[in-house]
């Protein structure tokens, strides 16, 4: 499908939350958003949306087309994007919508420490003791930040906080 730019990101994270999903998506989408969903760790472009696809598709960008490609012309380059779904990692993640929401929260202050992200992404349901043990025990430092860490991470992370805000609630 060509989507339009400004409905791309909700048409296909909502694609990818459906029980099946699709298995192939092809797109024509606006070219940053593209690079957002292939991006790795520590890159400009690397956040929410570069977890949430990687953590669900193997992603790929097929083409980069120019504006003159098309009538009326857009403004901006627009790319090919093609996710096949990778039904094995996508199905390592017990609680997909608890791991979209957590890696929104994760990613909604980039360049603040990880330790304060969580702390705020957490708030009311795991208090700050629990939070920087399971830090500590994954390894992230004070300085680290969501950007840094790569997928499987990210999905460490966010499966000890789903585990421990569990816990939390059974006692």
């Known amino acids: 499908a060509n989507l339009p730019y400004n409905v791309a ?9 459906q029980d099946p999903p699709p298995d192939r998506i092809v797109v024509t ?3 940053e958003l593209g690079e957002r969903m292939v991006a790795g760790p520590g890159s ?17 960008i ?13 403004k901006v380059d627009s790319a090919i994007v093609r996710l096949d779904v990778d039904h094995e990692r996508r199905n390592a993640i017990p609680d997909l919508k608890y791991f979209h929401q957590t890696v929104r929260a994760l990613f909604f202050h980039r360049r603040k420490f990880l330790r304060s992200v969580v702390i705020s992404a957490m ?3 795991l208090d700050k003791p629990a939070v ?8 992230h430092g004070e ?8 997928l499987e991470q990210i999905t460490e992370l966010v499966e000890a906080l789903r585990q421990a805000e569990l816990a939390n609630e059974s006692t």
Do not use: M
């Open 29 to 31: 989408i606006q070219k």
């Open 143 to 150: 300085t680290a930040r969501a950007e840094e860490l790569n």
């Open 9 to 17: 990101t909700p048409i296909v994270s909502n694609l990818l939350h």
């Open 132 to 139: 920087d043990e399971i830090l500590g025990r994954l390894g």
């Open 62 to 74: 097929v083409r980069i087309l120019p504006p003159t490609v098309f009538w009326p012309r857009p």
């Open 44 to 60: 400009k472009d690397y956040g929410a949306l570069s977890i949430w696809i990687q953590a669900t598709c193997r992603a790929e």
């Open 123 to 125: 708030k009311g349901r």
